[in-house]
């Protein structure tokens, strides 16, 4: 098939058109993916991903032309559900369902103008697009949370292999001399997704059986944890003899590519292990031999096809389609274009009183401002922030922090603490929702646990305040944003966290009072603050 065949291919117009659907529609989230998502340590890998995939589809250009398109209803179902989705993102402020959306509008639109056949020969290709869009924070975190601190134990054990002392607390290594601040409070594990995708690409390349290819993707959990250990013990290592000019700079980059490219080749000899110990049956690699020569064999077939039927099968959109086909997407499209475009969603918070003029004597409990570092401020996306230890008469303390997110879109969320706290060393154990009697007869609903650390022990409560309700459930969080934010333009929402420490000679009954009286006094001025 040449050049001039495909300008003159009559579905060239509704490929562009199609084209400048999506752009309007998209173009808003990928700026975002590519300027703030792809440049964040954890998944600067993604840029890579579409240039991996380009070529993996086009490894299947033969075999894609081999098969004749087929136009079908049967893709607009999960298209509707890929515009359903789009509008939950945009009104709830979760950049990842617009992500998601994109890929499964693009893959029903291919569905539909392409066939299921069709379809399935680029399902290797498809499927892994979608690992160039970050997952939702609070998935993130849960996902690799404890793998980070395992990373930090095994980084101090072998710290202290070498000779060294060292104590860590969380994500902190003291290695006596100073404070070894290994990974952020919040931050992802660095090779756990790009390892994971390398495993998954050597399996598909070297064409494993399903549960090989699956084993070799799993041995990259806990090869990122040893690899990500050995990274934090050289770096506390190399601090302690040329400094953190050395262990923060240069060797900072050059470890985290040293060590992937001796992960990538752990991988690899785990998959020729696995090829010795479990070697293929005589008929599978027979089957392999013969798919190597498949598309040579093709190729024939594919040059002496029609020039129609070329256009047809590598364009992927039949010339001969009904218009009915196109029809229906393209409205849908270029409806969902101009709402986006015409309606006001610029949101309206309302104006409010900022933490600086926060009292510092709330009722018989004094305040002493506390702060936070710059980094933990830019990576928790605050808009406003407080935090104090109040101090009652008694000299018994309570500290009080309250987050403020003028809007939640475009990936700014709040961060609960059952993924932050423990990141400074304490063991976190939710206990479930506590009812926090008020003076007009009603209740604060808050979430409540208990963290240790050796033998000191805290209390904390913490809610959300969005829009005057009070939720304790990210999910809920996020069906109110959609709501409020098509119904008020608002997704402004404040976290509210109140610790108490548990005394040694104290009944923690008494701690317990104590946060419940701090909360019904600290409500009434921190309304001023959070509309």
Not at 161 to 168: E, I, N, R, T, V
Request: proline share 6%; charged share 15%.
């Amino acid at each position: 098939m040449n050049l001039s065949s495909l300008t003159k291919s009559p579905a060239l117009p509704i490929i562009w058109l199609y084209a400048a659907l999506l752009a309007g529609i998209y173009h808003f989230a990928f700026s975002w993916l590519i300027q703030h998502d792809w440049p964040r340590e954890d998944y600067n890998y993604a840029y890579l991903i579409p240039l991996v995939v380009l070529y993996l589809v086009w490894e299947k250009r033969r075999d894609l032309a081999a098969v004749p398109a087929s136009s079908t209803w049967k893709g607009i179902l999960p298209f509707i559900m890929g515009i359903l989705l789009f509008w939950a993102g945009q009104l709830g402020g979760e950049i990842f369902s617009v992500y998601l959306s994109s890929w499964l509008i693009v893959s029903s639109l291919l569905w539909v103008h392409w066939g299921w056949k069709k379809l399935r020969i680029i399902a290797f290709p498809l499927l892994l697009s979608l690992s160039m869009f970050p997952l939702p924070h609070f998935l993130n975190t849960k996902l690799t949370f404890g793998l980070k601190l395992m990373s930090s134990s095994l980084g101090v054990s072998l710290i202290r292999l070498s000779g060294k002392s060292a104590y860590q607390e969380g994500n902190i290594i003291d290695l006596g001399f100073t404070q070894l601040q290994v990974l952020d409070a919040c931050s992802g594990l660095r090779f756990f997704f790009p390892l994971i995708l390398m495993g998954i690409l050597l399996g598909y390349f070297y064409r494993l059986r399903l549960w090989k290819g699956a084993l070799l993707a799993l041995s990259a959990v806990p090869l990122s944890i040893f690899m990500n250990g050995i990274r934090i013990a050289l770096t506390g290592i190399i601090y302690r003899f040329w400094g953190a000019e050395a262990a923060e700079g240069f060797f900072h980059g050059f470890s985290g590519w040293l060590v992937f490219m001796g992960s990538f080749g752990v991988l690899i000899g785990a998959k020729k292990v696995l090829n010795w110990l479990f070697p293929e049956k005589p008929l599978f690699a027979k089957a392999i031999a013969q798919e190597g020569k498949a598309p040579a064999a093709a190729i024939p077939q594919a040059l002496s096809m029609p020039t129609a039927m070329q256009t047809n099968t590598e364009m992927g959109f039949a010339a001969t389609s009904k218009a009915k086909y196109h029809l229906l997407p393209m409205v849908l499209l270029g409806l969902t274009s101009i709402f986006l475009n015409t309606v006001d969603f610029h949101e309206k918070a309302p104006p409010r009183k900022t933490f600086a003029q926060f009292p510092l004597q709330v009722g018989n409990w004094t305040g002493t401002p506390q702060t936070l570092e710059q980094k933990f401020i830019k990576e928790l996306d605050l808009s406003d922030y407080i935090m104090m230890d109040f101090r009652d008469s008694a000299g018994r303390l309570v500290n009080f922090y309250a987050a403020y997110y003028q809007s939640q879109k475009m990936g700014e969320s709040i961060h609960s603490p059952e993924t932050c706290l423990p990141g400074s060393g304490w063991v976190f154990r939710p206990t479930g929702e506590v009812l926090v009697p008020l003076p007009d007869g009603k209740g604060l609903m808050a979430k409540r646990a208990v963290m240790e650390k050796g033998d000191s022990a805290q209390i904390v409560y913490f809610w959300v305040s969005a829009r005057g309700r009070i939720l304790t459930n990210v999910y809920e969080m996020k069906l109110f944003n959609m709501w409020d934010a098509l119904t008020q333009k608002r997704t402004d929402a404040a976290l509210v966290r109140i610790i108490t420490p548990i005394s040694e000679k104290e009944n923690p009954d008494r701690a317990e009072a104590r946060l419940q009286a701090f909360v019904r006094t600290i409500l009434p001025p921190l309304s001023e603050f959070i509309p």
